[in-house]
């Protein structure tokens, strides 16, 4: 016992102080570490893995859509940024330069690339001729760079990994239901594989893509009430085939600029995962996307471990038949010990096995979600853990769902409400959450908004819980129902 | 049969000039695109797609060999590369530098990596404390950078990827045994995988990696004759832990360095795969490595479609169903000129139906590797597939190794007489090949055999085919019997 507090101690409370609580669980679960290069990470084993389940989902998800994975240059000449106008100012200020090379002082500098639009539009130009060369339809998964002043592991760092799709059509309509399927391919994994509620829609003009006519976005709460923007998805116009001369000659014999699209998710999604079902006990996965998703523990004294061993391996064995991702841990630690360990890990489900479970022909299954200590027959075992699994994917989504839900707030309507509900919150320790209001458009309203409360534009809904009448700020009609929220 | 023709004409013959050869496939098979950075290409899909096959087959043996992967950062400190003399050396000349970075300008310059023992190495030395942390067995796929002089696509690119495995040992054996392992694992991956018979040995001090205690390689002998080295496996001693100061405390309570490897293998492989199997017809893919190992054509008539897609159709889903990565071309081309694109793509097998083979319920298989046309009863088609895939694996790396050995010369054992082999190659137009020759050990021999004759060391083989008593230079006694070769 007196090893189990003193451990659960080491991890900060979410309550206390959920940013200590993040870098706690970081830390402790060996996700990540620090490097001397500023504002970049290591991507440890197990944090990476968590990088590697999620590319699998979505790399599947992309190739059944009809995409292809490619792979362009990193290094982007500076002239390249100069020919989408907003694109160069959004992310001109947060690009480090390659400068010198080989020995020699580079004729142009080369940007180590935020996103590839640029260097991508420049080769549909010559790829793309004709309309028998569209869709174009190709994603890369990369390696991006941006200098951001304040870093957080995972969710803000100056390297990350990332996809990036890059799609070109003929038509505004091919491209704009691109756009949308993109949007729903991420909404779907985040939600069903990663167990996380989303809010679906729109980003305000201030809020979407340098460069972009239209951005979308998927927003997820955290524990802490902030949002994260989760996935983005693009359509692109025709402002970067302008810039870039991507042309095709169409049916009717006329030269076209094409429609672009892009779309990407990030190791943001980590960070999301860990601040959307984390405890203070730790990491908490759901089973589709744990690495390991059934711990096994050998448990009693060592003197009958010959015969808890003789029910322990054959049910291993056959879990791994079953395709369940299980791993013993018959390390030389208390059981006690192990018990916290992979809780703080994450792993959904705990199997105990000890000597009085063999004379009584059962294991106890023990739940990451719920606590719950559930005595299970021997021979229903494998059954019983798909049955848990399941079960334990779908109450995760739910119960962070329900979090979610209790804490997006309806019946605030004007900047007073808003602040006094911040300044409530802020007195209480109570979580400030999302706030969905009415915006008459304006862009002033949104940004005295923000100014005014930190509160920005998450976006848009597809599918508002209620319809707003009045702007926020200024009371006038609204045009749009907006969620509001700190974010990350 | 005019279509046909011009078709075959656009790639030059090998036998005319490779290199431009090579170049005609990679463009034509849509392999990849040159881009406005120097030396950096686009993997364009197609390209891309034997990089995913190779990666999914090399990180399943790394991970069934007990390694994880992770992700370090890309940047790396000018400081670091002074800790170990003989990398900055080695690796100085061909780095690119980040000067500057949002906006400012940085203290201190940060390299793109070319590779990454001083980033992990640094992390290690943190990581590492005690003989319980050991090994450590982490690899990483990553993008790296060597600003070389000459480019040429997939061989030597400014920017490549790749991946690198980075461990940490308590022992020198321990860590002998790992680079030994890891190279087992490449040639058994190129070898079954990709059917390119290798020659697996040691390289001399000279051609060692810059740092390492002792370089192990694989040599790959393309259609030219030309040596390529397609995996290399380092043991690093101590260098690396000296620089980093990756100690541990052992058993005995005393506090050692730590003995390191690193191996690595890169988009370097696709370059092999097409210089040993491609033919005048284009690219010749193994059905193990092929994104497409059955082409489906209809033939005949447009009258007799139907009729012909009744039987098709089945075949198709069968064969999918059984697992074999096939695919129908049902485009308006005519069969002409579908056969060639397949073939030049290089897909291994071939199956055409017409209105004949649907009256005598058989379907014509025709093989990449042989041009052997066979008539298949329709019912046995899907076994036969089956057994001619695995024939064609087979055979390819069959023919592969007969050219090998046929161009692996056993019989020159002076430096006059390697000249005159050279001599007659050049005048006839053969290929000159591997030469097995004796080493004295005096790295100034192998600088004037080099110097002299263009043909570099490859390896020290592990199974020489002979061995060698004399020096290939200086006619003292040989301490090594080496493979000497031209090399990409």
Wanted: glycine residues 6%; aromatic residues 10%; contains cysteine.
């Amino acid at each position: 016992m007196k090893e189990e507090k003193s451990f659960v101690k080491e991890i900060t409370p979410q309550s206390e102080d959920f940013s200590r609580w993040y870098i706690d669980v970081i830390r402790k679960a060996d996700l990540m570490d620090y490097t001397p290069v500023r504002g970049c990470i290591v991507f440890k084993p197990d944090g990476y893995e968590l990088w590697e389940r999620i590319q699998a989902g979505l790399d599947k998800r992309f190739k059944e859509t009809g995409h292809r994975n490619a792979y362009f240059p990193m290094l982007i000449p500076e002239s390249f940024f100069q020919k989408e106008k907003e694109h160069v100012e959004g992310f001109n200020p947060e690009l480090p330069w390659v400068t010198e090379a080989g020995g020699e002082k580079l004729e142009e500098r080369l940007a180590l690339r935020p996103t590839s639009e640029t260097i991508i539009g420049h080769m549909y130009a010559q790829w793309i001729q004709s309309y028998r060369d569209l869709p174009v339809l190709i994603n890369q998964w990369a390696n991006v760079f941006r200098w951001e002043k304040r870093t957080l592991p995972f969710l803000r760092t100056s390297e990350f990994l990332w996809q990036e799709g890059h799609t070109a059509h003929a038509t505004e309509e091919e491209a704009r239901e691109e756009t949308m399927r993109m949007l729903e391919v991420y909404r779907d994994f985040v939600e069903t594989e990663m167990a996380i509620p989303l809010y679906v829609g729109q980003k305000t003009p201030s809020e979407k893509f340098a460069g972009a006519v239209d951005t979308y976005s998927i927003e997820a709460m955290m524990k802490d009430g902030k949002a994260l923007q989760a996935g983005t998805s693009h359509y692109l116009g025709q402002n970067f085939a302008k810039g870039f001369e991507i042309k095709f000659l169409d049916r009717d014999n006329q030269l076209k600029y094409v429609h672009t699209t892009s779309w990407g998710v990030s190791t943001r999604l980590i960070g999301a995962l860990i601040m959307v079902h984390g405890d203070d006990r730790g990491l908490a996965l759901p089973p589709r996307l744990a690495p390991i998703q059934v711990i096994m523990i050998p448990v009693g004294p060592p003197k009958f471990r010959d015969k808890v061993m003789a029910r322990f391996d054959p049910l291993f064995d056959a879990l791994k038949a079953a395709g369940v991702r299980v791993k013993a841990d018959l390390r030389e630690e208390t059981p006690g010990w192990k018990f916290n360990e992979w809780e703080m890990r994450g792993v959904p489900l705990r199997i105990e096995i000890g000597p009085r479970d063999v004379d009584n022909k059962q294991c106890l299954m023990v739940r990451r979600d719920t606590g719950e200590k559930i005595p299970v027959p021997l021979d229903e075992a494998v059954e019983r853990v798909q049955a848990l699994l399941e079960e334990i994917q779908r109450n995760m989504f739910v119960k962070a769902k329900e979090f979610r839900d209790a804490h997006s707030h309806l019946h605030i309507n004007t900047l007073a409400e808003l602040k006094a509900h911040i300044a409530r919150c802020e007195e209480t320790g109570e979580i400030a959450g999302f706030v969905l209001a009415g915006w008459c458009g304006d862009a002033a309203c949104e940004a005295k908004v923000k100014e005014e409360t930190k509160f920005t534009s998450r976006n848009i809904p597809f599918h508002p819980p209620a319809r707003k009448q009045v702007c926020l700020c200024c009371g006038k009609e609204a045009q749009h129902t907006v969620w509001f929220a700190r974010a990350y």
